[in-house]
C-alpha cells in the first residue's frame, strides 16, 4: 500500500483498508468454504463500485486465512485495489492457528516507515471482519494482546462472523472488544449473504465517520473511540438483519 493521499479535483483521497480474516481449517472444508468464496467475490465487487463513486476514500482489500499457519492469499501483492484484484478460491484443511493470523495482522497495523500499511498522521483506520467456525488451535492469547496494543487495532472497525454452533464466541468477543459486533450464521446458505452484506456495510460506516477514523500513528486514537464504535456496529447490525429478513434486498448483495 503506498498510503499516499491522492488528489481528486480539490478534495484529498485518502485510503482505508478493509482486511478480512478467514478461518481455512479442515473444519471449513465443503459448504462453508464455498460460501466464503462466492461471498468474498460479490463484496469485491462492490468495492470496485464504491471506489467508482467515492470522493473522499479509496478502499483497498487484504484477505489473511490461517489454518496451520496463516498467509495473504495474494501473497505477491497483499493489499490491493480492488479493481485489481482476481479472486482465487481458497481452500481449506489443517488446524486453526488464529495467533499466527494475529502476528500476521500485528506487521501490517503498523506506519509505512515501520514497514507495516499504515499512514503516520491522517491515515483512516482499517476494515476488519474476522471469519471462524471453530476454536483456535495454537496458544493465541499473547499475540492477540500484542495486536490489540496497536493504536491502528484500537482504531479498526472491528467485527465477526462466527458459522454454526462450534464458533468460539469467546475468542471473537475478545478480538472484536464488542459481543454485539458478533453476526452469528447457522444456516450455511446464508454466510454467502452476511459477508456481501457485512463487507459494504462496514466499509460505507467506517468511511463515512471521519472524526473516529483519522488516526494518531501508531500510539492511538485521541478520541471516544469505544462510543463510537459502539454507534457503529448498531448501524452494521440492524443493516445486515434488515437484508437477510428481505429475500429481495438479501438477493442484491
Known amino acids: 500500500m503506498s498510503g499516499k493521499i491522492e488528489m481528486v479535483g480539490e478534495f484529498a483521497q485518502g485510503e482505508m483498508a478493509v482486511i478480512a480474516l478467514i478461518d481455512t481449517s479442515g473444519s471449513m472444508i465443503g459448504e462453508k468454504i464455498g460460501q466464503v468464496n462466492d461471498g468474498m467475490r460479490h463484496a469485491i465487487e462492490f468495492l470496485k463500485e464504491f471506489n467508482e463513486n467515492s470522493i473522499d476514500v479509496a478502499v483497498k482489500i487484504a484477505c489473511l486465512t490461517f489454518s496451520s499457519g496463516a498467509d495473504w492469499?495474494?501473497?505477491?501483492?497483499?493489499?490491493?485495489?480492488?479493481?485489481?484484484?482476481?479472486?482465487?478460491?481458497?481452500?481449506?484443511?489443517?488446524?486453526?492457528?488464529?495467533?499466527?493470523?494475529?502476528?500476521?495482522?500485528?506487521?501490517?497495523?503498523?506506519?509505512?516507515e515501520k514497514g507495516g500499511w499504515m499512514k503516520n498522521r491522517g491515515g483512516i483506520a482499517p476494515v476488519l471482519i474476522l471469519i471462524s467456525d471453530g476454536q483456535p488451535t495454537d496458544e493465541y492469547q499473547g499475540s492477540l494482546n500484542a495486536l490489540k496494543k496497536r493504536g491502528w487495532f484500537k482504531g479498526a472497525l472491528k467485527t465477526a462472523i462466527a458459522i454454526g454452533n462450534?464458533?468460539?464466541?469467546?475468542?471473537?468477543?475478545?478480538?472484536?472488544?464488542?459481543?454485539?459486533?458478533?453476526?452469528?450464521?447457522?444456516?450455511?446458505?446464508?454466510?454467502?449473504?452476511?459477508i456481501r452484506k457485512l463487507v459494504v456495510t462496514a466499509s460505507?460506516?467506517?468511511?463515512?465517520?471521519?472524526?473516529?477514523?483519522?488516526?494518531?500513528?501508531?500510539?492511538?486514537?485521541?478520541?471516544?473511540?469505544?462510543?463510537?464504535?459502539?454507534?457503529?456496529?448498531?448501524?452494521?447490525?440492524?443493516?445486515?438483519?434488515?437484508?437477510?429478513?428481505?429475500?429481495?434486498?438479501?438477493?442484491?448483495?
Open 166 to 194: 462450534d464458533a468460539d464466541r469467546e475468542m471473537l468477543k475478545e478480538f472484536t472488544g464488542h459481543e454485539e459486533a458478533i453476526f452469528d450464521v447457522y444456516a450455511f446458505q446464508d454466510l454467502s449473504k452476511v
Open 73 to 112: 492469499a495474494n501473497k505477491k501483492t497483499p493489499l490491493q485495489d480492488p479493481e485489481d484484484v482476481i479472486w482465487n478460491d481458497i481452500h481449506a484443511g489443517g488446524f486453526t492457528e488464529f495467533g499466527a493470523a494475529c502476528k500476521k495482522m500485528k506487521d501490517v497495523l503498523t506506519i509505512e
Open 204 to 253: 460505507m460506516v467506517q468511511s463515512q465517520t471521519t472524526s473516529l477514523s483519522h488516526g494518531q500513528g501508531d500510539e492511538g486514537f485521541g478520541l471516544d473511540v469505544e462510543k463510537a464504535q459502539e454507534e457503529q456496529i448498531k448501524q452494521l447490525k440492524e443493516s445486515v438483519e434488515a437484508s437477510l429478513d428481505d429475500a429481495d434486498l438479501a438477493d442484491d448483495f
